[in-house]
Structures are given as structure tokens and as C-alpha cells.
């Protein structure tokens, strides 16, 4: 035996970093092939168009490879050329950077736009930085920003003449298609779409090649996650932070919350970057600390940006962002990881909280807002004139006079008022607000009840003040001058017209046989005294019997347009109500008992009238 | 499988199996021509030496003192002191002043030293331990008397027959045969702490040295044989006191109630204070992947390494020689050093060369620290020099288990480095001061 030395320890595992990248490389290219079968059954020139991407991808990222290895080479140190440059190529594992960015792109992306982004995402982002192992950013995800920004327009998800596949409508992508009215991902409907839920699940879309197979990327991650080839907390936590939010969203948004869910994961390229694209391990923090904490912070970022952003896809910012912050939270965490595990739990705790809470305020915030509805104008049935000249209140103010339009419904309550003059000078008008309070009640009242108010007395000489113990709703505080302006002049609008109540008191019939309990119906006749027409009848009270209440507001109309522009005299001397009704009563069927009483209460009313 | 924590440990091989196959060797006497006995002490002080050239010693003499702690050491043989000669003393790496022994193979004994009886006072037998010059066997080499000198609050013993290392098995093996003897050497070191339990630690694939234990166990109530899973670095003190109490201390086990002591050390224990001999023998596992018949030995302390692998088939490679497992020992220059008592093993690997990749900055390392450290973090520091945040990132708490490296994907010399961090951090330290 010949004795060596060595490091300790002499036992290693059997895990090699060329094993995790193959493995990884394996998943991806079971979603690839996934991707190749899906574009064939859309297309020949689809599912070449996709192998034709893949290829550039990776033979552009050998180039770049090659390229930067040249440019490194050291010739006293690094010894032969090629055997230097083949464990440069070894050693770099691009490959995986190739395949992931090109199934990050939608297939419908000109071969040009490929070699650009494949040679950017090598040559800048990873060699520029140092290679593998010390790049900041994920090659990938920035590559794809960088497209976004440049050749957005280009990044087509159909191929030319193909816009209507996928079921979509001139082959925007779901995810720009889903929010196609209104706020995005917070009113937008899978109905927009011609995708159903399973068709999102199953890859049955359009979007980037890689992406859309949402099942399949989920069970390749749990796979990789179980063969310790990605970390599993970072999309957890990722995911679980995504649903937690979308929970409140759906609250806040009125959507159903198992669809909305659903739809959040299924949509775009989330489930892709979070198995694949978060979970690469040199842009991650190295504790599992810190690869939790990248997993919320990038759903909170992703989520905003879907809800409050104007690209339709967040992912790849979120990702960039996240590793703009890795080394910060690596810097950051020092000190035992098994010691004070409540500090970690605590703030990742308090994070999602946040996240969530802020999400759910951004789309609150975001909801379209629908305009508060504009008071619905009433059209008055008729409308009466009338003016009224105020006396000179000595000194201060000067004599003026008011014109008022009184417009009322058809049962004769206060629906409208305008005026014009009710103080001189004007600026006494600065009562307004009590002038709209009085507005306000005269037009919630009945004319008869605006003939039982008593008038607003002015008291000698003084400007403006109230009597002492003078109250009423129609006094506007202040301005006693105005309000009896106001109170005459709608007086003298309605001063054709008087008032006849009267109430009449029976037993019902309800129910198959009449009620033990009478029922009072009280009426309001308002009768034009200068015309000596019953102008309209108002049944204030007791028109039916609660079972009759709804076959009564189907006739009322009927049967009050009866009492309309009726002469007087010619009812007082109907003694009958089929005279009244005419053939028309069969009609009130259900109700004539209604129509009978209101009969007797309006001559009850209008007894004596005119003596 | 832990959110935020460290996992802390790892199923790794065993290869226990290779060593088991065959029978105890015991080695023939006639074999043993000289024992060496080193006569500087880890720290660099030399022993005091209590015999010269000429003497004539037998099994068990006095010979030796270590100053520190005041550790006595005894003859394996009977014979004749011979000059001091200068060996590689594989603990320090470098050669030292060794005391050697010619063999005159009659192993006359020396008188037996004062036995102890298990009820006399705690004093007595902590005083009788020191007497012995009992060590810990599992490696450490600390003196088990200084565990139990004026201790307090002590509730339970914990006697660790977990072996966790890969290729060991000695351990396995005495507490097989002697379990009784770790029984009774347990009671004495409960005595000697004045606690009321005794827990006897031994991984769960183990079956018949538990069996063993439990049925010598079973007469005392307090005394529990308690499995723990199969995890390295499951013998590490932190991890079983981890694993069996789930609680953690800062310096020593003390500070929770606990003393740990490892399963060989309290079969030497109960061979002092019962039978009278201080420790002239032990067990120990050659085994390794380069080694054709692999098999515990029973060899008498002090003796070469030479020797010891006369026995053995090796085969012809570039082999690593480790004194101990391969998770945490360093390997030996050749095959001139003599065994100590605490040497429990020589490894024999075929060496293998690793080419290490970029760090892949994937964690692994991290998350499967026993100690809670964040190796990645400490080697970057390392390489920046950056002393206040290596003092932060808490180095000095590797132990040198070895983890780090053996997760590894990228095959980089991870616990190398710590240790390179902790040389540079204690001399900045020190130089500070």
C-alpha cells in the first residue's frame, strides 16, 4: 500500500452538481416534449417552430459559451486551449439557462429575437458577472425582461395566419385576454376567454411554449423538490403567499374564490418561475430562511404587478427583483440557524400578513368604481303657479317677490318646487342650506298636509328672526322673511284647490269570509273649487286587506283614473258604484270591495260640498 | 424535515457490516515487540516521567503523568524501559519524544489499583477515576475525572454507545461483549455525579448490542437503554443531547443536568474501580474499502501502527490512513505511530480524487450544519478576511464533523476551509489580545 493524504472527510455524498443539473434538465425537457406534442396537434409549422426554438436557444448559448471562454483564457495558467475550454462549457451548465429561457417564450417569437435573447441572457447577464456560480440575476428571467422591452411586440403567441388559435380571439395570450374588460385579475372572466378551467391545467392554451402546462410543471416540481434537485420552500411559500392573497382578492373583487384560485395558478408563466426560475439555486439566499422569505416576497411582487401593473405578466420582474435582494438577506441572517427560530417565523409570519394585506388594499383600491346613481328626476303629473310679494322688512332688506312652480304626483303630494327670488338682496340668500332643508320637506308632503300648517308670522319691524315659539319644518332658521316668502307663494299655487278627508270604517273581506276586525280607510279629496272637478283621490290609508295588497296596486290606477276630472255634482248623485266603475268592475275582480269602499269614502268626503 | 432550521444530521453509509463479518482477533502477544508511549501532550507540555532506561515495569505501572488535569499513564506490558525515541505522534502530526517498553511477553501484572465499592462517596470514587487515568475512549481523550469534579444539578448520565462514525464498530462490539461491565461503569459515574437516571444511547439498527444492554439494564429501574435514530452525526454530544432531551446548551452538557460520557469509557470505569486495572488494552476496528478482511482487534495501548496492520490484507492502491472514521479524522503520513488508549480505529481508503465545480450556493451546506453555522457564508467571509462577521457567523463552534464537505454537490473542501477559518480567526483573536 502507498499512503496519500488528503481533507477530511473521506466519504462524500454521491450528489454531484452535474447530477442536480441533469435532472433538472430532465424535468425541463419532459415539459418540452409536452410543448413539442401540444404545438404538432396545432400545427406542423407549430411543433417545428418549437423544436426550431429550443435548438437555436441552445446552440446560440454554446456559442456564447464559447465566446466567453476564449475571451478568458489565460494561456499561461489555464493550460491547453480546448481542454480548458471544454471544462469551461462542463463547468458552466448554460444548457439549463438555454432551455429554460426558451421555454419562457411564446411561439410565435422570429428566430432573430431567440439568438438576441439566448446571447444576452449568456454573454451579459451570466458571463459578464462571472460566470456560473456568481451571476446576480437569473439569466433566464432577465433575458426575457430584456425581450419584453425590446421585441415586446414580436413576442406573438400564434404564428402568422394563425390568430385564432387556441380558441383566443387574434391570438392575445390568456393572460392579456382574462382581463380583456376592466381591471385585470380582478373583474376579468375565464368566460372572456374560449379556455375552459381544464384546458388552462392541461396546456391546452396559448401563452409561451413552457408555461402552460400547468399539471404537469406541478408534479415535475414536486418530483425535483422530492430529489432534494430544487429547495421546496421557496415555491411554497411562493404559492402559498399567491393563494393566501387571492383569497382576500376574490373578497374584495366578488368573485367566486375556488375559480379565482384556480385561475391564479393557471394563467401565465407563475408556476413555471416558481418551480423553476425562483428556485435556482446561485441567485437564492443559501439559508432556508432566506429562500422562504424570497418565495413571499416575490408572490406579493408578482401579485401587484397582475393586479396594479400594466404588463399583463409579472413573474419575470418579480424574479429579477428577488435577486436583486438575495444577497441583502444572505448578508443579513448571521448568527446559529437552529437558535431563536421564532425571530424567522415571526417575520416570514408578518410578512405574508403584509403582503397580503397590502394586495388586498391595492385591489380594493383598484376596484372599478361605479358612480354613485343620480337622483331619478320626477316628472311631475301636474304643476301649479303661483307668487307671493313680500313686505319691506324695515332697513334692511328691500320688497321682492316670489315665483314658485309647484309640481305634484299624481296623488297629489309635493314632488317639485322651483323658485326664484326668496330674499333681497341676495346675499340673505345665504341660508341655503336651510332653504334646501325646506325643499326637502315640502316636497315629502301631501298637499293637504301643506294646507294644515300654520302660516310663518312675521313679528313688527324685526328682520329676520323667528317668533318666539314659532316651529315647524318649514321655517328656515333665520330668514323668517324668506321662509314666509316661500310659504305664500306656494299658498297662493294651490289656492284653487281644497281639501276633503274623510274616513270610513268596516269590516273587510279576507280570506274567505269577513274579518273580525274592521278596517278604517281614510281618503284625501282634492277638488279644483273653481272648476268643481274632483281632481285626484288620495288614499292615505286601509286600500286593502294585506291578502288583497298586491291584486289592489294591479287596478289602483285603473280605479283612481276614474275619480280624474270628475264633476262633483255628477258623483254626489251616483247612488250606486256600478254607475262610477261602469262594466268595468268585473275587472276589480279580487278587489271590489276595495273600490266599493273607496267609493262610499269619497262621498263621504264630498258631502255637503258646495252648500 | 425542519422550516427554518439547520436539519443538523444526515443518513449516511455505515459500512459497519465489513467489520462484523469475522470474529474478534486477538492478537497474538509474541507480535508485540515494544509499545511506545508519547511523552508530550497535545497541548505541547511534556509528561513527567516517573521511570528511566533500564527499569523494570509490569501491566500496570505508573510511568507516566500528564501535568494537565494530572492524567497518569500505565504500562500495557511487562518489560524493560528502553531509551526514548522520537516517533511521529499522529495526534499533533509531528514527531515527539515517545517512552518505549520492551516486551518480555510474561504480562506480569502490577498490584491491582484500590477498588471502590459503588457506595462510597461521591469524592472517592471521582479521586479513584483520576487515579486511573480514565479518558474518554470514544476519541476525545479528555479526563473523565474533570466532568465530574464538583458538579451540580446533575439528573441524568448519558452513556453514548451511538458509534455514528462509518466503519466503526468498536464500540459495537464491547458493548456486545461487556454489558454488564458498561452497566456497572455506569452506576459508578451516576454515583460519582449523584444523579438519578442513567440513559444508555445506542442507534436503532444495533439490535444486539441492545438486546445486550437492556437485558443487563434490566435489574435497575433508572438505568433506560434508550434508541436513537441512525443520523450522523448522531454521537456528537449536541445532536444526542439534541435528540434525546430537545434541549439545547452553550458550553457544556452540565449546564442542563447532563453528562456524557462514551460506552467504552464506562467499561474502563467499572475495570478501575472493580477489578483494579487501569486501561492496558482495547478494541479497535481496521476496516476501510482498501482493506481485504476487516475485523476488530484486540490490541494492547501503546502499540504500532505497523503491527497492528501486519494482520490485515491491504490492497495495493494509493491508500488514506485514518487514525479513527473517515468523517472526521485527518490521515496519518505512514504507519511509525503508536496507538494510544483513546485510537479506537484505523481506516484504510482508497483514495479518490474530487474536482471540485463553482459553489452552486444551493444551501446544503447549511442546512444540514449540526452546530447551526452557515459554512457558505463563513467561507466567504473567510476569503474576504472579514473577522468581525467570521466572529458573528459564530466559527468557532465547528466541531469538524464533516458534513459540509460530504453534502456537497460541487465536491468543494468546505470543512477544510472552516478550518483554515477558525486557524485565521484564532490568531487574529489572539493577536488582538
Known amino acids: 500500500m502507498k499512503i496519500v493524504s488528503g481533507n477530511a472527510p473521506f466519504l462524500r455524498s454521491k450528489r454531484t452538481t452535474s447530477q442536480i443539473m441533469m435532472e433538472l434538465l430532465i424535468g425541463l425537457a419532459i415539459i418540452f416534449v409536452a410543448a413539442v406534442i401540444y404545438n404538432f396537434t396545432l400545427g406542423v409549422r407549430y411543433g417545428l417552430k418549437t423544436i426550431c426554438i429550443m435548438t437555436v436557444a441552445i446552440l446560440f448559448t454554446f456559442i456564447s459559451d464559447i465566446i466567453a471562454g476564449s475571451l478568458r483564457y489565460n494561456k499561461e495558467k489555464d493550460g491547453k486551449f480546448d481542454e480548458y475550454l471544454i471544462h469551461f462549457i462542463k463547468s458552466n451548465y448554460s444548457v439549463v439557462t438555454a ?24 454573454l451579459v447577464v451570466k458571463h459578464a458577472f462571472g460566470g456560473f456560480g456568481s451571476n446576480v440575476f437569473n439569466p433566464a428571467a432577465l433575458s426575457r425582461i430584456f425581450l419584453a422591452l425590446t421585441f415586446g411586440s414580436q413576442l406573438k403567441a400564434y404564428l402568422p395566419g394563425g390568430e385564432n388559435i387556441g380558441g383566443l380571439v387574434a391570438g392575445a395570450t390568456v393572460t392579456s385576454q382574462y382581463a380583456a374588460d376592466g381591471v385585470k385579475f380582478l373583474t376579468g372572466s375565464l368566460a372572456n376567454t374560449n379556455v375552459s378551467m381544464l384546458d388552462l391545467y392541461l396546456g391546452n392554451h396559448s401563452g409561451a411554449i413552457g408555461e402552460t402546462f400547468t399539471l404537469l410543471i406541478l408534479i415535475v416540481g414536486i418530483v425535483l423538490a422530492a430529489r432534494e ?63 422562504a422569505l424570497i418565495g413571499i416576497i416575490g408572490a406579493l411582487i408578482n401579485v401587484l404587478i397582475r393586479i396594479a401593473g400594466v404588463y399583463p405578466e409579472g413573474t419575470a420582474f418579480s424574479i429579477a427583483f428577488v435577486n436583486i435582494i438575495s444577497p441583502m438577506i444572505d448578508r443579513l441572517i448571521t448568527g446559529r440557524t437552529n437558535n431563536k427560530v421564532w425571530v424567522p417565523a415571526t417575520v416570514s409570519g408578518v410578512m405574508v400578513l403584509g403582503s397580503v394585506g397590502l394586495i388586498t388594499g391595492v385591489s380594493a383600491a383598484k376596484m372599478p368604481r361605479v358612480a354613485p346613481e343620480p337622483p331619478p328626476i320626477v316628472e311631475p303629473f301636474v304643476t301649479y303657479l303661483g307668487s307671493y310679494t313680500s313686505p319691506t322688512p324695515s332697513e334692511y332688506a328691500e320688497e321682492f317677490t316670489t315665483n314658485v312652480e309647484v309640481g305634484l304626483s299624481d296623488a297629489y303630494h309635493i314632488v317639485k318646487i322651483e323658485y326664484d327670488v326668496i330674499a333681497n338682496p341676495d346675499n340673505y340668500k345665504k341660508v341655503t342650506d336651510g332653504i334646501d332643508a325646506v325643499i326637502d320637506y315640502y316636497t315629502s308632503i301631501s298637499v293637504a298636509e301643506f294646507k294644515a300648517l300654520p302660516v310663518p308670522a312675521l313679528s313688527e319691524g324685526t328682520t329676520g328672526s323667528t317668533v318666539v315659539g314659532q316651529t315647524g ?74 291578502t288583497y295588497a298586491d291584486r289592489w296596486e294591479t287596478v289602483k290606477e285603473a280605479v283612481l283614473s276614474k275619480y280624474h276630472d270628475l264633476d262633483v255634482a255628477t258623483f254626489l248623485g251616483y247612488t250606486n258604484v256600478a254607475e262610477l266603475y261602469g262594466e268595468e268592475v268585473a275587472t276589480y275582480a279580487g278587489v271590489t270591495y276595495s273600490a266599493r269602499r273607496l267609493f262610499n269614502a269619497v262621498q263621504k268626503a264630498l258631502e255637503g260640498y258646495g252648500g | 424535515m425542519k422550516l427554518f432550521q439547520t436539519v443538523g444530521r444526515r443518513k449516511i453509509p455505515g459500512y459497519k457490516s465489513m467489520s462484523l463479518e469475522r470474529e474478534l482477533v486477538v492478537l497474538d502477544p509474541k507480535k508485540v515487540e515494544y509499545v511506545y508511549f508519547p511523552l508530550v501532550a497535545a497541548n505541547n507540555v511534556p509528561l513527567e516521567v516517573f521511570v528511566k532506561e533500564g527499569d523494570k515495569v509490569k501491566v500496570g505501572t505508573k510511568i507516566a503523568l500528564k501535568q494537565q488535569f494530572s492524567v ?11 531509551a526514548i525515541e522520537k516517533r511521529l505522534n499522529v495526534t499533533t502530526g509531528r514527531p515527539c519524544d515517545h517512552l518505549v517498553i520492551k516486551n518480555d511477553f510474561k504480562m506480569t501484572k502490577e498490584k491491582p489499583l484500590k477498588k471502590v465499592e459503588l457506595d462510597a462517596s461521591k469524592e472517592d470514587i471521582v479521586a479513584a477515576i483520576k487515579e486511573a487515568g480514565i479518558v474518554g475512549l470514544g476519541g476525545a481523550n479528555f479526563p473523565t475525572w474533570v466532568k465530574y469534579n464538583n458538579v451540580k444539578d446533575i439528573h441524568t448520565i448519558l452513556i453514548n454507545a451511538v458509534e455514528c462514525e462509518p466503519y466503526l464498530t468498536t464500540d459495537y462490539v464491547s458493548c456486545s461483549l461487556n454489558a454488564a461491565k458498561v452497566i456497572s461503569g455506569a452506576r459508578y459515574l451516576q ?42 452525526p448522531m454521537g456528537w454530544e449536541r445532536t444526542l443531547i439534541q435528540t434525546i432531551f430537545k434541549k439545547q446548551y452553550d458550553k457544556l452538557p452540565s449546564e442542563i443536568g447532563v453528562i456524557v460520557n462514551n460506552s467504552t469509557t464506562a467499561i474502563a470505569v467499572h475495570d478501575a474501580l472493580v477489578e483494579g486495572s487501569p486501561i492496558v488494552s482495547r478494541i479497535v476496528t481496521v476496516s476501510g474499502n482498501a482493506v481485504k478482511n476487516a475485523a476488530n482487534i484486540v490490541v494492547p495501548v501503546g502499540i504500532l ?61 447549511t442546512a444540514h450544519c449540526p452546530a447551526g453555522l452557515q459554512p457558505i457564508e463563513i467561507l466567504r467571509a473567510f476569503e474576504g478576511r472579514d473577522y468581525e462577521r467570521l466572529e458573528k ?41
Open chain 2, 72 to 82: 497518569p499513564l500505565f504500562s500495557s506490558v511487562s518489560g524493560t524501559v528502553r
Open chain 2, 393 to 433: 457567523l459564530e466559527t468557532l463552534r465547528c466541531v469538524d464533523c464533516g458534513l459540509c464537505s460530504y453534502v456537497c454537490p460541487s465536491k468543494i473542501e468546505v470543512t477544510d476551509m472552516m478550518k483554515k477559518a477558525k486557524t485565521l480567526l484564532r490568531v487574529h483573536q489572539s493577536r488582538k489580545k
Open chain 1, 473 to 546: 319644518e318649514h321655517i328656515i332658521p333665520g330668514a323668517i322673511y324668506s321662509s314666509r316668502a316661500l310659504y305664500e307663494a306656494i299658498n297662493d299655487a294651490l289656492k284653487d284647490l281644497n281639501v276633503y278627508s274623510a274616513d270610513v270604517e268596516d269590516y273587510p273581506y279576507d280570506s274567505g269570509g269577513y274579518s273580525d276586525e274592521t278596517l278604517v280607510m281614510s281618503v284625501d279629496v282634492y277638488v279644483d273649487t273653481v272648476t268643481d272637478l274632483i281632481k285626484v283621490v288620495d288614499i292615505k290609508d286601509g286600500a286593502s286587506t294585506g
Open chain 2, 191 to 232: 454515583k460519582a455525579a449523584g444523579a438519578s437516571k442513567v440513559i444508555v444511547a445506542i442507534k436503532v439498527k444495533k439490535e444486539q448490542a441492545c438486546n445486550c444492554l437492556k437485558e443487563a439494564a434490566a435489574p435497575y429501574p433508572d438505568i433506560e437503554v434508550r434508541e436513537v435514530p441512525d443520523r450522523y
Open chain 2, 305 to 365: 501502527a505497523e503491527t497492528v496492520l501486519n494482520e490485515f490484507e491491504v490492497e495495493e492502491k494509493e491508500v488514506v490512513l485514518l487514525v479513527g472514521g473517515p468523517m472526521t479524522s485527518n490521515p496519518a503520513k505512514d504507519v511509525s505511530f503508536a496507538l494510544t488508549a483513546c485510537h479506537g480505529a484505523l481506516t484504510l481508503l482508497e483514495k479518490v480524487v474530487y474536482r471540485p465545480v463553482a459553489c452552486l450556493r444551493c444551501g446544503s451546506c
Open chain 1, 99 to 122: 432551455v429554460i429561457f426558451a421555454l419562457t417564450l411564446p411561439i410565435g417569437t422570429p428566430v432573430y429575437v431567440v439568438i438576441i435573447g439566448s446571447m444576452f441572457a449568456t
Open chain 1, 229 to 291: 434537485v430544487i429547495n421546496w420552500r421557496t415555491p411554497v411559500f411562493f404559492l402559498g403567499t399567491v393563494a393566501l392573497s387571492s383569497v382576500f382578492v376574490s373578497l374584495v373583487a366578488k368573485v367566486n374564490m375556488i375559480e379565482y384560485l384556480l385561475v391564479q395558478f393557471g394563467v401565465g408563466g407563475m408556476v413555471f418561475g416558481a418551480v423553476f426560475m425562483f428556485t435556482d439555486p446561485v441567485t437564492s439566499p443559501t439559508s432556508n430562511y432566506g429562500k
